[in-house]
């Protein structure tokens, strides 16, 4: 059988947008393919079912979010003033009510946990290097002067994962901008204030 040519990217963020706005069980294939502009059989030759849609969909939100997280902290300005942007624009992903920007990592975590473990592993080890990330950035402020603590870095950035994690959530049900802006700002305080 001859592969069907597509734009992969493309494919992959059409199908992120999909899983984000329904959940992975709620989405169709039928749905998959109104999203992607693939026939079923296209989609089930190049990724075997919706499960490997899914995991490859997970893979591709990664390097977008990676590259995307990369262009805030690309030494054009300092760490903390880079730190305070990245939490400003996760607020106003949190108030776009666009599904699009929401967090494909956690929705699959959430609703996949304890179901699949390759799919926990996979969106585990992208939040983990997440998180290693933002602690090399914690100790790199620590080693210029600009975050003043003994706190330990990693543990820096457990905590302002943990406090991106309950901003989202909150946002679901507490959708008020400034609302929303005062808490993103207190745990910017914290992280500086440590």
């Given amino acids: 059988m001859r592969n069907a040519e597509f734009n992969r990217e493309a ?31 296209s989609i089930y030759c190049a990724f075997e079912n919706k499960r490997g849609l899914l995991l490859a969909a997970l893979e591709q939100y990664n390097q977008d979010r990676t590259t995307e997280f990369q262009g805030f902290f690309d030494g054009s300005q300092p760490v903390l003033a880079a730190l305070k942007n990245y939490l400003n624009n996760i607020v106003s992903e949190c108030l776009s009510c666009d599904t699009a920007k929401a967090c494909l990592l956690t929705k699959a975590l959430n609703e996949t946990a304890g179901q699949d473990d390759e799919i926990r592993h996979s969106i585990s080890a992208s939040l983990t290097d997440w998180q290693n990330a933002l602690g090399a950035l914690f100790e790199q402020a620590k080693e210029s002067g600009a975050l003043k603590t003994n706190r330990d870095s990693a543990h820096l950035a457990r905590y302002f ?9 909150f946002a679901h049900t507490h959708p008020q901008p400034e609302v929303l802006q005062q808490l993103a700002d207190q745990l910017y305080q914290d992280i500086c204030a440590c």
């Fill in 11 to 41: 494919v992959l963020r059409s199908a992120m947008t999909a899983f984000m706005h329904k959940g992975y069980a709620k989405t169709s294939m039928q749905d998959l393919s109104r999203a992607t502009g693939l026939h079923p059989g």
């Fill in 161 to 169: 994962v943990m406090g991106i994690y309950g901003l989202r959530t």
